[in-house]
């Protein structure tokens, strides 16, 4: 701990508060041609996404479904722009 009684890390966070560097992410992130942090907020997405299906599938179901249909819009619109 330190001197103002909080446990120290080892990586201070980066952007969002994600930790340090992550070489899976990073591999991840070469192939797919987006950034590490892109990677790794997408996982967090999908974890949160696990904990709601487990509540309510057909919830989760739904934010899927309006996220993807919004990603997919703005990609296109990108298109005509």
């Known amino acids: ?10 990586e201070p966070p ?8 992550n ?10 041609g987006v950034g ?4 790794r907020r997408n996982a967090k997405f999908a974890e949160g ?3 709601i299906r487990e509540h309510n599938p057909d919830l989760a179901t739904a934010i899927l479904t309006d996220y993807v249909m919004k990603k ?3 990609s296109v619109r990108y298109l005509f722009i």
């Open 14 to 21: 980066g952007q969002n508060g994600l930790p340090g560097i």
């Open 36 to 39: 590490e942090h892109t990677v």
């Open 23 to 32: 070489p899976t992410a990073e591999k991840q992130a070469a192939e797919e």
């Open 49 to 51: 996404i696990d904990v």
């Open 72 to 74: 997919s819009i703005n």
């Open 1 to 10: 701990m330190d001197g103002k009684g909080k446990f120290a890390t080892s």
